[in-house]
């Protein structure tokens, strides 16, 4: 293990793909600015450049929408190499951005660069203006997505950022594809076409754009009308986790509204994710809101769960899970595991491992004290950049690197294994 030449070659890449405001993932692939990219790069920014780290999520707030959604993608500068681009999405916004939302982790990151701040009074301000557009997205959620419960449902698979889950098979089996506008994709020209998505995929992504797209981007009506409506606990955890910064952050600037919004809506949140476990899965489940009914799919959303406060017993039994998935695939941790039917190795959601994942699953299991299998996670994370590169994602069983290349995120996680996970990385198990 190199920390220092994999912390220069991530350092390298973070700033090759700075376009000065915000990070484009990687050139080509994705050449505008996605949300949960930002808001996860920022915190591999906040270990050389914290003014950089703040700058990622200003650029990124500064484009919520009135309603207090903050879009998945911001078009900042017209490209032609992506599909769907401002001409399909048309949501008449002063920067043209996409109409679906992505994971929530900004209140994770900027609390986490608020504490990494060594002069706070010179970021207060900063970070409280940040603090309350994030409190505004949160409440968007509370207003538009919640039920009874209190947990959010993702309405495009897009908004989970697991966009080919085999969590959403069944479900998208309501979504039609008659009527789609003929489309070129462009992500195959980029990627290996074997790593991406299906084309029946595309289709049903597209009718939902262009359904949503129909209804005026009225998020009521959207949240109403989709056929797709699923309850992800992986996109659930990074909301209450968030909530939970979000209060933490606003004690410590004397915003007592915010602080108990945020922890009001966070703890009943928490709570009914005992609606989402399964024990015969030994993780969390998805739900579908328009069967009604659990989605039996032991997919990584279900694991990522651990990044909220989930008791203790849960974090080990989703410990144990893990170990039972790394028992067939030599890097942990697999979107979904080897042993299932649908197992894809290279495929995008299907099969592949992330380091964003890998990272957020290694903060959750910390509370649980699972020393073993973080180590395995963090070391398994830094194998594969050192003998694949820094890819999108990777095949768990051969390393094969997939997707695009030289990517923000993977660079980012790389530079936070480092620095938050050192101890684990030089630990002897
Ligand atoms: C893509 O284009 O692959 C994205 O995941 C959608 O945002």
């Not at 209804?215 to 968030?242: H, K, M, T, Y």
């Not at 945020?262 to 005992?274: D, I, K, V, Y």
């Not at 893990?322 to 290279?346: C, K, M, N, W």
């Not at 990777?394 to 390393?399: A, D, E, K, L, R």
Request: proline share 6%; charged share 20%.
């Amino acid at each position: 293990m190199n920390r220092t030449k994999d912390l220069q070659k991530a350092e390298a890449i973070m700033r090759k793909n700075d376009r000065g405001r915000y990070t484009v993932p990687t050139h080509g692939l994705y050449p505008f600015q996605w949300n949960w990219d930002s808001c996860l790069s920022s915190l591999g920014f906040s270990h050389f450049d914290i003014d950089r780290a703040f700058v990622e999520l200003e650029t990124l707030f500064a484009s919520q929408w009135n309603d207090g959604m903050v879009p998945h993608i911001i078009f900042h500068e017209p490209d032609d190499g992506y599909f769907p681009n401002t001409d399909v999405w048309q949501t008449d916004q002063p920067v043209p951005t996409s109409g679906i939302t992505q994971p929530p982790v900004a209140g994770f990151a900027l609390c986490e660069l608020y504490k990494r701040c060594t002069n706070k009074a010179l970021f207060a301000d900063r970070a409280r203006a940040l603090l309350v557009s994030v409190h505004k997205w949160h409440q968007w959620f509370a207003n538009y997505r919640a039920d009874a419960s209190g947990l959010v449902a993702i309405v495009h698979p897009w908004e989970s950022g697991r966009d080919n889950s085999v969590d959403w098979d069944r479900a998208f089996e309501r979504v039609p594809t008659e009527g789609v506008k003929p489309f070129v994709r462009r992500d195959t020209s980029h990627a290996n076409p074997d790593h991406r998505p299906t084309d029946e995929q595309y289709k049903r992504y597209i009718w939902l754009v262009e359904k949503f797209r129909s209804l005026g981007w009225d998020n009521r009506e959207i949240a109403i009308q989709s056929p797709f409506q699923i309850v992800d606990p992986g996109f659930n955890a990074i909301l209450i986790r968030s909530c939970f910064a979000a209060a933490e952050l606003a004690g410590e600037l004397g915003e007592s509204e915010i602080q108990s919004a945020s922890m009001t809506m966070a703890s009943a949140m928490l709570s009914s994710m005992e609606l989402l476990w399964s024990e015969e899965f030994g993780q969390y489940l998805c739900f579908d809101r328009v069967s009604n009914e659990p989605v039996n799919s032991p997919s990584i959303g279900g694991l990522l769960a651990v990044f909220a406060p989930v008791p203790q017993a849960r974090i080990h039994r989703v410990a144990q899970t893990i170990e039972t998935i790394g028992q067939t695939t030599r890097y942990l941790v697999a979107s979904h595991p080897s042993t299932e039917a649908e197992f894809d190795e290279l495929r995008y959601w299907r099969g592949p491992v992330w380091l964003i994942v890998n990272y957020m699953i290694a903060q959750g299991l910390r509370a649980g004290g699972e020393d073993k299998v973080i180590h395995r996670i963090v070391t398994d994370s830094i194998d594969l950049i050192e003998t694949s590169g820094f890819a999108e994602y990777y095949g768990p069983i051969t390393g094969t690197p997939c997707g695009g290349d030289t990517f923000t995120w993977t660079a980012a996680m790389v530079i936070e294994f480092f620095n938050q996970f050192d101890s684990d990385l030089s630990q002897a198990c």
